[in-house]
């Protein structure tokens, strides 16, 4: 049965090959029976393999760093066109994986670095492009952060309102807390005073900058006698400064005499300390002590009899005659009891 078959096909194929060439072109040419067409997905890189085979983003040519506030590092590096985004890389905080920073349209990129440690920090960024990032030659930058040390406090007395002046700058972003000690001008042993200090917080001149001053009002410092204040800060942190001991010198409470050419009275005056009101003792030296004569020392005295008391520190004596010497004594009150230096003086027989 095959063998016949075969012979049926030979025959076929050898009738075909007899006929003449203008009989095969006038055949009609037979046709696949037609099937549905169908898509054939044909595999394509995706578009982030595309660009990545193509070529990486171009890394920002420099990378520059500065200080900013306390333990913060500004980074700013050059605008690379058609770059979506950079990649800071750096110490903790930043992650290992680094930290986006979306490029600007225009300017400059720039990243805040806060935080750091204190010593040599070093960072670096890449520029991104659809997921591909230009990892290989990446700019680098470090920059040392220093310890927390705010400029030394100045602290001076003000003898016209008996207080104790503190101010200094700090330039850091960082909000800080400031405590004043002092003291006893003896053993050494300091008292925290801040419960005294009337702070004043200013903008710098400088951007970023806090300009401070506090005046501490001490009502228990003894005339002639030097002190030490230390000022401390302490960041947010946790971190913490101590100035050196700062000497104040407390000067004696003096009490001075002028006359003036007319000779009509005595001017006294004192420098304020201790504590306010003032009172003035005032007495006629009728011969020297020692020598048969006596010194009779009374309270000036108001129109009531009573003892007068100055807030000021002058006292204009007009109850006065030439030729006479008188001694004045200016009492105050001081931690130790009542303070009253005095003075001598003798109004000039003639003018």
Known sequence: MRNHHLAVVVSAVVALCTLPLGSLSAQKTPVLPSVPATRVPVPTPSRAAGVEAAARPAA????????????????????????????????????????????????????????????????????????????????????????FTPPTASIEVELTNNSVSVGFMYTTTEPL??????????????????????????????????RVSAK????????????????????????????????????????????????????????????????????????RPGAGGTLLMDFVRDASGNPMNFTGARFDDTVVQRGNTYTYMVCARIPLGIACPGVEVRVPSAP
Do not use: C, H
């Open 60 to 147: 920002p040519a420099r990378l520059l760093v500065q200080t900013g506030g306390y333990r913060e590092a500004i980074l700013i590096w050059e605008l690379v066109p058609g770059v979506t985004q950079y990649r800071v890389y750096g110490p903790a905080p930043i992650p290992a994986a680094g930290v986006v920073v979306t490029s600007p349209t225009s300017g400059t990129p720039m990243y805040r670095a806060n935080g750091l440690a204190t010593g040599t920090n070093t960072f670096k960024v890449s520029s991104e492009y659809l997921g591909v990032a230009n990892t290989p030659g990446l700019p680098t930058a470090s920059i040392l952060i220093q310890p």
């Open 177 to 210: 807390t400031f405590k004043l000690y002092r003291d006893d001008g003896r053993s050494g042993a300091k008292t925290e005073v801040t419960a005294n200090l009337f702070w004043n917080r200013a903008p710098g001149s400088l951007p970023g900058t806090t």
């Open 216 to 287: 501490s009002f001490e009502v228990d410092l003894t005339p002639d006698r030097t002190y030490q204040y230390q000022l401390v800060a302490i960041s947010a942190a946790g971190d913490i400064y101590r100035s050196p001991a700062i000497p104040v010198s407390v000067p004696q409470f003096i009490v001075r005499s002028t006359i003036p050419l007319a000779g009509d009275r005595v001017v006294i005056e004192w420098n304020p300390f201790g504590t306010a009101p003032y009172q003035v003792k005032k007495g006629m030296v009728t011969a």
